[in-house]
């Protein structure tokens, strides 16, 4: 859906925004109001002026309208001032209003919308579109406001000095107002456009940053260089044409504001010097300023529509997150306790497509205290059990269980809370060790962190680090070895203590060294907790006390390796031979 320059149904979504801030707004309109008020009067202090003091040569007269004529002046600029520092300020309080509603919003989406939704251009959303928004306070609807009634202001003062000529300006402002719609729609148009390519620019750039490694790794550099170009090039075409609708239409405008005042003086200088006394010097001096007042804001109403329609673009996308309503169901009542871990698939089907299943049916008990392996090929559906058991997506139907209770009764927060998740490829902040050790949870002290460390095995490669636990890892955690990722990741899910511990492919890729440190971790959390150990590489599991084999989202096999192993033409048997048989 297109936003529209004067879209009721957004505006009202936005001026809602504005209630906290009642008195702040109504200072403005305040504000706007004796802004035009004061505007308008100086010009016709400049005819009484011109009209009864300096044509009768009073000095005395003269020099108290100058000082009247300064002290409205100063008045001009205290409003101007307060208008100006308000309206910014009240957009700005409104877009950190509405960026802590969308960050918290989309914090509660389920994975499924970040598996569609392009991460540029929710950057994009959460921070260029919000800030347009402010926009519509500080540069578009407040200043359209205020130039309006300026305008209104400057006719009345206009009609109440001389009607005839006023009636001049009267004919050339629906010239102007015309042109004004037209440049208005086409900028709307284009600005439009504009917006699409910023998201797509960002979009683009985030994900080659992020994947700058593959980039240089398959030689892609000049491939990429030149869609970067094609991108640029038509976020270049967009902006081009506001730019060419401004080249047009401002220069248009100051014509017929030109033309209209010459005629103004024109026909105004003839009939004084025909001796007609409709009109006097001291109107042409004042309507050379109210003809000022009159179009330039009627010009640059144009311009600030231009604000409105970015801002009402960018709020238009804005509100699409915020009213996209795609979260997980969080009915639950019940406060999940420390589990003893008794977990329970039935008849578990899922799929991330609606039409096609990736777990088909699964049937399995995992006993409170055990852990219990789960193997297969690639797709086979392992990895989907933990986004299930976490509630990152809803199951199409069955049920999953801990300790006897439906995982949907329980509240997500408190369910979580409970189970800790290693996963293959680690996700750091840039912050330091302890923040992404903790992740800033203030229930967790250093004192507990590093006796933790210690217990794991951890301790003596953090200290190994500069500055130890406050070393900074950077984005990503790029200044930290794969290996050295997972070890921080064995430390941080000990320390929440979860009831289940979940480790997905966590030593897939790393060296033999952090290998025997991770083996020695893994033993330590894993005792006496429920676990689900994910593996390609059975000789991290051969210990299990249980193995699940899956293939295309079914249970194949269950038992101990032991048992496993005997079955000639078994599953896993044949993924054993292929990783250690082959290799004597």
């Given at each position: 859906?297109?936003?529209?320059?004067?879209?009721?149904?957004?505006?009202?979504?936005?001026?809602?925004?504005?209630?906290?801030?009642?008195?702040?707004?109504?200072?403005?309109?305040?504000?706007?109001?004796?802004?035009?008020?004061?505007?308008?009067?100086?010009?016709?202090?400049?005819?009484?002026?011109?009209?009864?003091?300096?044509?009768?040569?009073?000095?005395?007269?003269?020099?108290?309208?100058?000082?009247?004529?300064?002290?409205?002046?100063?008045?001009?600029?205290?409003?101007?001032?307060?208008?100006?520092?308000?309206?910014?300020?009240?957009?700005?309080?409104?877009?950190?209003?509405?960026?802590?509603?969308?960050?918290?919003?989309?914090?509660?989406?389920?994975?499924?919308?970040?598996?569609?939704?392009?991460?540029?251009?929710?950057?994009?959303?959460?921070?260029?579109?919000?800030?347009?928004?402010?926009?519509?306070?500080?540069?578009?609807?407040?200043?359209?406001?205020?130039?309006?009634?300026?305008?209104?202001?400057?006719?009345?003062?206009?009609?109440?000095?001389?009607?005839?000529?006023?009636?001049?300006?009267?004919?050339?402002?629906?010239?102007?107002?015309?042109?004004?719609?037209?440049?208005?729609?086409?900028?709307?148009?284009?600005?439009?456009?504009?917006?699409?390519?910023?998201?797509?620019?960002?979009?683009?750039?985030?994900?080659?940053?992020?994947?700058?490694?593959?980039?240089?790794?398959?030689?892609?550099?000049?491939?990429?260089?030149?869609?970067?170009?094609?991108?640029?090039?038509?976020?270049?075409?967009?902006?081009?044409?506001?730019?060419?609708?401004?080249?047009?239409?401002?220069?248009?405008?100051?014509?017929?504001?030109?033309?209209?005042?010459?005629?103004?003086?024109?026909?105004?200088?003839?009939?004084?010097?025909?001796?007609?006394?409709?009109?006097?010097?001291?109107?042409?001096?004042?309507?050379?300023?109210?003809?000022?007042?009159?179009?330039?804001?009627?010009?640059?109403?144009?311009?600030?529509?231009?604000?409105?329609?970015?801002?009402?673009?960018?709020?238009?996308?804005?509100?699409?997150?915020?009213?996209?309503?795609?979260?997980?169901?969080?009915?639950?009542?019940?406060?999940?306790?420390?589990?003893?871990?008794?977990?329970?698939?039935?008849?578990?089907?899922?799929?991330?497509?609606?039409?096609?299943?990736?777990?088909?049916?699964?049937?399995?008990?995992?006993?409170?205290?055990?852990?219990?392996?789960?193997?297969?090929?690639?797709?086979?559906?392992?990895?989907?059990?933990?986004?299930?058991?976490?509630?990152?997506?809803?199951?199409?139907?069955?049920?999953?269980?801990?300790?006897?209770?439906?995982?949907?009764?329980?509240?997500?927060?408190?369910?979580?809370?409970?189970i800790a998740v290693v996963l293959q490829d680690v996700f750091l902040f840039a912050d330091t060790i302890f923040n992404n050790i903790t992740l800033n949870n203030?229930?967790?002290?250093?004192?507990?962190?590093?006796?933790?460390?210690?217990?794991?095995?951890?301790?003596?490669?953090?200290?190994?680090?500069?500055?130890?636990?406050?070393?900074?890892?950077?984005?990503?955690?790029?200044?930290?070895?794969?290996?050295?990722?997972?070890?921080?990741?064995?430390?941080?899910?000990?320390?929440?203590?979860?009831?289940?511990?979940?480790?997905?492919?966590?030593?897939?890729?790393?060296?033999?060294?952090?290998?025997?440190?991770?083996?020695?971790?893994?033993?330590?959390?894993?005792?006496?907790?429920?676990?689900?150990?994910?593996?390609?590489?059975?000789?991290?599991?051969?210990?299990?006390?249980?193995?699940?084999?899956?293939?295309?989202?079914?249970?194949?096999?269950?038992?101990?390796?032991?048992?496993?192993?005997?079955?000639?033409?078994?599953?896993?048997?044949?993924?054993?031979?292929?990783?250690?048989?082959?290799?004597?």
């Open positions: 859906m297109k936003a529209k320059a004067f879209d009721t149904r957004l505006f009202k979504k936005i001026l809602k925004y504005t209630k906290p801030y009642q008195s702040r707004f109504n200072g403005v309109i305040i504000f706007a109001v004796s802004l035009s008020i004061f505007a308008a009067l100086r010009p016709y202090l400049l005819k009484q002026t011109v009209d009864g003091y300096i044509k009768t040569q009073d000095q005395h007269g003269l020099l108290v309208y100058v000082s009247i004529m300064g002290l409205v002046l100063l008045l001009e600029v205290f409003s101007q001032f307060f208008f100006v520092y308000w309206a910014n300020w009240l957009g700005q309080d409104i877009v950190k209003d509405i960026r802590t509603k969308m960050f918290r919003h989309i914090l509660s989406f389920r994975m499924k919308y970040f598996d569609n939704a392009p991460v540029g251009q929710l950057v994009t959303r959460s921070v260029s579109d919000i800030e347009a928004i402010a926009r519509i306070f500080s540069q578009g609807l407040f200043m359209i406001i205020s130039d309006m009634m300026k305008m209104a202001v400057v006719l009345i003062f206009m009609f109440y000095m001389n009607w005839k000529l006023t009636w001049i300006v009267i004919v050339a402002m629906p010239i102007l107002i015309y042109i004004t719609r037209i440049f208005q729609r086409k900028m709307q148009l284009a600005f439009e456009e504009v917006r699409t390519q910023i998201a797509n620019m960002n979009s683009f750039v985030q994900e080659r940053v992020t994947g700058m490694k593959i980039v240089q790794l398959f030689n892609r550099e000049d491939i990429e260089f030149e869609k970067f170009k094609i991108i640029n090039d038509k976020h270049n075409r967009a902006w081009i044409k506001t730019i060419l609708y401004n080249s047009i239409f401002f220069p248009i405008a100051d014509i017929i504001s030109s033309l209209t005042l010459g005629f103004i003086v024109l026909y105004g200088g003839i009939k004084i010097l025909d001796g007609d006394h409709f009109t006097t010097f001291g109107d042409l001096f004042s309507y050379t300023m109210f003809i000022s007042m009159l179009f330039n804001p009627l010009r640059q109403i144009a311009d600030k529509f231009n604000e409105m329609q970015l801002g009402m673009i960018a709020a238009n996308r804005v509100f699409n997150i915020l009213d996209t309503q795609d979260q997980i169901q969080d009915t639950g009542t019940i406060e999940a306790p420390i589990f003893r871990g008794n977990i329970e698939f039935k008849d578990v089907h899922f799929g991330y497509i609606s039409e096609e299943n990736v777990i088909k049916g699964i049937n399995l008990s995992v006993p409170a205290g055990k852990t219990i392996a789960i193997v297969g090929s690639t797709g086979a559906g392992k990895s989907t059990i933990i986004n299930l058991l976490n509630r990152f997506y809803e199951i199409n139907s069955g049920t999953i269980c801990i300790d006897g209770q439906n995982i949907e009764n329980y509240t997500l927060s408190s369910l979580r809370k409970q203030p229930e967790i002290s250093r004192e507990q962190v590093l006796a933790a460390a210690k217990k794991i095995g951890v301790h003596k490669f953090i200290m190994s680090l500069p500055d130890n636990y406050d070393f900074d890892v950077k984005e990503r955690g790029v200044m930290l070895s794969s290996g050295q990722r997972q070890l921080i990741a064995f430390l941080r899910a000990y320390v929440s203590n979860p009831s289940i511990l979940i480790l997905d492919e966590a030593t897939s890729s790393i060296d033999t060294y952090s290998e025997e440190l991770i083996q020695r971790a893994t033993e330590t959390i894993t005792k006496g907790r429920t676990s689900i150990v994910i593996a390609h590489r059975l000789a991290t599991i051969v210990n299990a006390d249980k193995i699940v084999v899956m293939d295309k989202g079914l249970i194949v096999e269950q038992g101990t390796h032991q048992e496993l192993v005997s079955r000639e033409g078994g599953y896993y048997k044949n993924l054993y031979d292929s990783q250690f048989v082959t290799l004597e």
